[in-house]
């Protein structure tokens, strides 16, 4: 397997020997993280130079060092892509707004390459948020928007360019089975991280004090599980309508148990957060879609391969 290492900056193009490469992404969490040691210590490198990852000669990761460490074998490398950069507070307000035209005012602001900005179609009426992450920020439209009964979105850095893109058209296509590229996996079931059958939503007037409360349930869901609360806030503007809406939308979305599974397979690269893959192990009555939500990307001198964290979709 053919792996390139490159940096820029300084006046200068060097391109490193790698020994070993660890690559890893969180849906809509964090930044996408690359570990990478080189026996090279000739070339002068410092933080905040461009470093790009290529696979046979495919981009697979660009973003910036944040960190240089040094041995006599060598030097580990690590750096963050252009979700990092999406991690400082701000406070933004909002109104009549698409999740992807938040998206661009915020790309456009930091400077970040947008290559693709695919949206829902759903306007949100009002988005206000104090000293909260841009990504948070990013997170909360596409909630919002989510609610109003569009369909997932999901924002990452491709190989230096950020992309928001519809859950559709994250579907890989790729099945994993144990005949192909599993070798291990862990499956679960459970209802206590995000599972929630009765939704609440709280409407308060600033000038009275007063609240009003809406909630939506499932009786069945219940009398199974017993009463899982999930409490939200909408501003006092937002019309009745709307708050039914999204009562609705998030019952719908959270009343069930997660279905998770933790993957060890041989490496494939379009395996990344936020996108789909199948997965049929017909012995352990698993054959379904799965959404990736943690990826980690191993390349070593014995082989590559990768661990993934899912949910059933």
């Not at 957060?273 to 799965?290: H, K, M, T």
């Amino acid at each position: 397997m053919e792996i390139e290492l490159k940096v820029v900056g300084d006046g200068m193009t060097a391109v490193l020997p790698c020994g070993s490469v660890t690559l890893k992404w969180k849906r809509m969490a964090s930044a996408g993280t690359m570990e990478v040691f080189t026996p090279d210590l000739s070339v002068a490198l410092r933080c905040g130079m461009q470093i790009r990852l290529a696979v046979e000669g495919e981009g697979i990761f660009a973003g910036y060092i944040f960190t240089v460490e040094r041995s006599h074998q060598g030097r580990i490398i690590t750096a963050c892509d252009g979700m990092r950069y999406l991690l400082c507070r701000d406070t933004k307000v909002y109104t009549k707004v698409t999740a992807a035209a938040v998206v661009q005012d915020i790309c456009g602001e930091r400077g970040l390459a947008l290559a693709g900005c695919e949206d829902n179609g759903k306007v949100i009426d009002s988005l206000i948020a104090d000293r909260k992450t841009l990504l948070d920020i990013i997170s909360q439209a596409i909630d919002q928007s989510v609610q109003l009964g569009g369909t997932k979105l999901t924002l990452f850095d491709d190989a230096g360019e950020m992309r928001l893109m519809r859950e559709e058209s994250l579907d890989t296509g790729l099945v994993l089975t144990g005949e192909n590229l599993l070798s291990a996996y862990t499956g679960s079931v459970d209802i206590g991280a995000d599972t929630y059958n009765r939704i609440q939503l709280v409407r308060k007037n600033r000038k009275t004090g007063s609240r009003q409360i809406f909630v939506k349930e499932d009786a069945e869901s219940i009398a199974k599980w017993g009463v899982l609360q999930y409490t939200g806030n909408v501003l006092q503007n937002t019309p009745e309508g709307e708050i039914q809406e999204r009562l609705s939308a998030l019952l719908n979305e959270k009343n069930r148990a997660v279905s998770g599974l933790v993957l060890k397979a041989a490496g494939d690269i379009r395996c990344r957060a936020g996108f789909l893959i199948r997965v049929s192990l017909p012995e352990a009555e698993i054959d379904g879609q799965y959404r990736i939500l943690t990826a980690e990307h191993r390349f070593r001198s014995g082989g590559y391969v990768m661990k993934l964290e899912c949910e059933a979709v």
